[in-house]
């Protein structure tokens, strides 16, 4: 599985966008791109999810670069309930035991300010 | 509604004594997984099964037991050769990976087991 590296915290203004890296240098050709969301002692919520074009739903953005080594999620007017611990994971399309292995890392802890 | 349900979600155990986690869906997912979370840490991946009566080791299986008789039902045995059992146990199920297909998994809320 790829693996992918986030900073372990940061910090946003109420209002602003937050802007969430995300590196998975050693994704390969079928691995998608996923995004959750922890808030404190509840289960992860899913956010978003790409292959390599740009997306967007009502929650996020996803920006992933061309050579798809790295992805940002962008949360557009961050809330104080945006405050939460950010999960960027790699998954392979494909079925067997490989496509269906769903692994977390530390996720980045963000903390909307007012 | 469709969902996934953990029970209970506290647990007291004593040292020594096997416990088992309940964790049921009716989203008629075929994969469901079973993770471990420690303070200010992330997700552990504990086991996986795709398919009934089938299922694989995660990152941390050891200590751990499962099985997957039916499809709605992964119940997870933490047994009494697992040294740190105390921790939050989130269990997820999600469709089978696809292609395009969006396979985002669904979580439930957890059982907390204190083990003392």
């Known amino acids: 599985d790829a693996k992918t590296t986030q900073p372990p915290s940061m910090d946003c203004a109420e209002g602003r966008a937050a802007n969430l890296p995300c590196n998975h240098s050693?994704?390969?050709?079928?691995?998608?791109v996923y995004w959750y969301r922890q808030i404190h002692s509840q289960g992860p919520q899913y956010i978003i999810h790409?292959?390599?074009n740009n997306e967007t739903n009502e929650m996020a953005s996803l920006i992933i670069t061309e050579d798809r080594k790295s992805s940002t999620l962008i949360l557009p007017h961050a809330t104080l309930r945006d405050t939460a611990v950010y999960y960027c994971?790699?998954?392979?399309?494909?079925?067997?035991?490989?496509?269906?292995?769903?692994?977390f890392g530390g996720g980045t802890r963000v903390l909307v300010k007012p | 509604d469709g969902g996934i349900t953990q029970s209970p979600k506290y647990l007291f155990r004593k040292e020594g004594q096997n416990v088992t986690l309940s964790c049921e869906q009716n989203?008629?997912?075929?994969?469901m997984y079973w993770y471990r979370q420690d303070p200010g840490q992330g997700l552990r991946l504990i086991y996986y099964?795709?398919?009934?009566?089938?299922?694989q080791k995660g990152d941390i299986a050891e200590g751990y037991s499962v099985s997957r008789e039916k499809k709605e039902s992964f119940p997870l045995t933490v047994t009494s050769a697992q040294k740190n059992p105390t921790a939050f146990y989130l269990c997820?199920?999600?469709?089978?990976?696809?292609?395009?297909?969006?396979?985002?998994?669904?979580f439930g809320q957890g059982t907390r087991l204190t083990v003392v």
């Open positions: 997820a199920s999600s469709p089978i990976a696809d292609g395009a297909l969006n396979t985002e998994a669904f």
């Open positions: 050693t994704i390969s050709g079928n691995e998608y």
């Open positions: 790409g292959l390599k």
């Open positions: 994971i790699v998954r392979s399309g494909r079925r067997g035991a490989a496509g269906n292995k769903l692994t």
């Open positions: 989203l008629n997912h075929d994969a």
């Open positions: 099964s795709q398919i009934v009566n089938d299922f």
